[in-house]
T-cell receptor, first 111, second 116 residues
Framework: DTGVSQDPRHKITKRGQNVTFRCDPI?????LYWYRQTLGQGPEFLTY????????KSRLLSDRFSAERPKGSFSTLEIQRTEQGDSAMYLC?????????FGPGTRLTVT | AQTVTQSQPEMSVQEAETVTLSCTYD???????LFWYKQPPSRQMILVIR??????QNATENRFSVNFQKAAKSFSLKISDSQLGDAAMYFC?????????????FGKGTKLSVIP
């Protein structure tokens, strides 16, 4: 078990472009979470999957954001028409019970 | 909605000494979970310790222990015999125990520096 992995680790994009991030959870974990962390802040919840079903979405998740978890394995988070305010660290976590295990994050910079 | 407050943006401690990081939270629920996470510079967040609200006994993990005061809605983290590797951002987090409520609510964090 190598833990939660995320790809890419860093992404620089121009405003208006689309970006997609991938998260591979710990293999036996059925729950997967996405959080966003901006500088000087704690992570903020974006969305949550149980297996392939997206069960909870934060109001932070505007309609430019979409997340999927096909077949209940890896997950992708896509941001369309990126804005400078989207610059942040995007964290993925997975769990099978009460404790969430975090990946290293994808740092997005929108120029 | 639940909120988590960490009132100390930065703390420092001498190596081998003890330091306490503060956390308060606001909730109307009676059963929930509380966590302390550590985020070293440029490294991923790792769980330090957890506490279930229904347990009166304070959780302990090696050099890390908590002081959980349910009535006061306080959840502080004590680090004993501080080591250089303890330097990191520390986040306090809350999670409801209700079915389907799995999201973590985090505080803004406390940056801990360890002085050799």
């Amino acid at each position: 078990d190598t833990g939660v992995s995320q790809d890419p680790r860093h992404k620089i994009t121009k405003r208006g472009q689309n970006v997609t991030f991938r998260c591979d959870p710990i293999s036996e974990h059925n729950r997967l979470y996405w959080y966003r962390q901006t500088l000087g802040q704690g992570p903020e919840f974006l969305t949550y999957f149980q297996n392939e079903a997206q069960l909870e979405k934060s109001r932070l998740l505007s309609d430019r954001f979409s997340a999927e978890r096909p077949k209940g394995s890896f997950s992708t988070l896509e941001i369309q028409r990126t804005e400078q305010g989207d610059s942040a660290m995007y964290l993925c976590a997975s769990s099978d019970r009460d404790e969430q295990y975090f990946g290293p994050g994808t740092r997005l910079t929108v120029t | 909605a639940q909120t988590v407050t960490q009132s100390q943006p930065e703390m420092s401690v001498q190596e081998a000494e003890t330091v306490t990081l503060s956390c308060t939270y606001d909730t109307s629920e009676s059963d929930y979970y509380l966590f302390w996470y550590k985020q070293p510079p440029s490294r991923q967040m790792i769980l330090v310790i957890r506490q279930e609200a229904y347990k009166q006994q304070n959780a302990t993990e090696n050099r890390f222990s908590v002081n959980f005061q349910k009535a006061a809605k306080s959840f502080s983290l004590k680090i004993s015999d501080s080591q250089l590797g303890d330097a990191a951002m520390y986040f306090c987090a809350y999670r409801s125990s209700g079915a389907g409520s799995y999201q973590l609510t985090f505080g803004k964090g406390t940056k801990l520096s360890v002085i050799p």
